[in-house]
């Protein structure tokens, strides 16, 4: 299944149904009056979370959606019937913005959601709603009610628990495959990852989920490389684990590279906690490897794991402590989803 994690659809609610002009005449009835019914509600719009979706491609195929008019209302004071709403099925983590591409109308991140975007028209009264007692053969009878329409983005951000970061061959793809059953592409050319990979990662019994983002370059918040556009899958991450190739010279460079591309983009990102790994260290004397450790860890203030990849080594100790941040995060955030499903 190809990924898209964005998609630009229009989307328009049912409108109401006529209300019926429609007088009772019946053999031997004397006094027939107004029945004419009311029409009924058009379609509504609406946003449905489903859980086997992580891709928004089924939006490149149909960008447009209508719901059904409501029926017109008949004699015998019948009601049409309501309007079929239609339903958009999106993946957990997908945005709704407005035409601009900036203003978030909703932000659906639990699977099984369901949301109302647009509301269809009311149906139009019938002449039976008109009657009274100073008008007893109403002629008037509604149209009804227009529905609603609109241009939307849908945008995808996908929710992983870590999210990894770095320069193109950092080794991110290898250590996704090593940790989880997803088999990203793998080769020895940059920008090899050229969209988000998910894989499950199980520890101690428990798991989380990782995102492999495509590599950033420097000027990657002007367009270089692939641009930043996928950073956006990092804003739902409990941490980044920032990959660094042991075997360049100047780590503490390539570190501050991907901070700034960070820094630009801005959301958050810069302040969202950071776990550094410096991997590919198998192919690394000991003595370098332990001053380009010291060497980060003085530049970032933060961890520092060191790691392998190819090979295993340090792996499960990076994977453990990456767990342990994941689950503070699904602590403290616990008592919030809690009053949100109640």
Not at 11 to 27: H, I, M, Q, W
Not at 44 to 49: G, H, L, N, Y
Not at 95 to 112: P, Q
Request: hydrophobic share 40%; proline share 4%.
């Amino acid at each position: 299944m190809k990924f898209l994690d964005q998609a630009k659809v229009y989307v328009k609610s049912g409108d109401g149904g006529p209300g019926s002009l429609s007088f009772r005449r019946e053999k031997f009835i004397e006094f027939g009056g107004p029945d004419g019914g009311d029409g009924g509600r058009g379609g509504d719009v609406i946003v449905e979370t489903a859980d086997n979706l992580n891709t928004l491609i089924d939006f490149r195929f149909q960008q447009h959606f209508t719901a059904q008019q409501g029926r017109g209302g008949a004699g015998k004071n019948r009601t049409g019937a309501d309007g079929t709403p239609v339903v958009l099925r999106v993946p957990p983590g997908t945005e709704i913005l407005d035409e601009d591409n900036e203003t978030v109308l909703m932000d659906l991140t639990r699977a099984g959601e369901r949301r109302v975007l647009l509301k269809g028209g009311d149906g139009g009264f019938g002449n039976a709603h008109y009657k009274s007692s100073t008008n007893q053969a109403p002629r008037r009878a509604d149209k009804g009610w227009p529905g609603a329409e609109r241009t939307i983005w849908l945008r995808l951000k996908l929710i992983a628990d870590i999210g990894l970061a770095g320069l193109p061959n950092a080794g991110k793809s290898t250590l996704l495959a090593a940790v989880s059953r997803a088999r990203p592409k793998i080769a020895d050319y940059p920008f090899t990852t050229l969209k988000p990979q998910l894989g499950v990662v199980g520890v101690h019994g428990d798991e989380f989920v990782m995102a492999d983002l495509p590599g950033l370059i420097e000027g990657a918040s002007e367009g270089a490389g692939l641009g930043h556009r996928f950073l956006g899958h990092l804003e739902r991450c409990a941490a980044i684990f920032h990959l660094i190739d042991a075997t360049e010279d100047n780590v503490v460079a390539n570190w501050r590279t991907v901070r700034r591309e960070l820094d630009k983009y801005g959301h958050g990102l810069a302040d969202k906690r950071e776990i550094i790994g410096l991997n590919k260290s198998d192919a690394v004397p000991a003595a370098d490897l332990a001053k380009k450790r010291a060497a980060l860890k003085r530049a970032s203030k933060g961890e520092v794991l060191t790691l392998s990849g190819a090979t295993g080594q340090g792996v499960t100790e990076a994977m453990s402590r990456l767990f342990d941040v994941v689950k503070e995060a699904r602590d403290a955030a616990a008592p919030a989803e809690k009053e949100a499903a109640s």
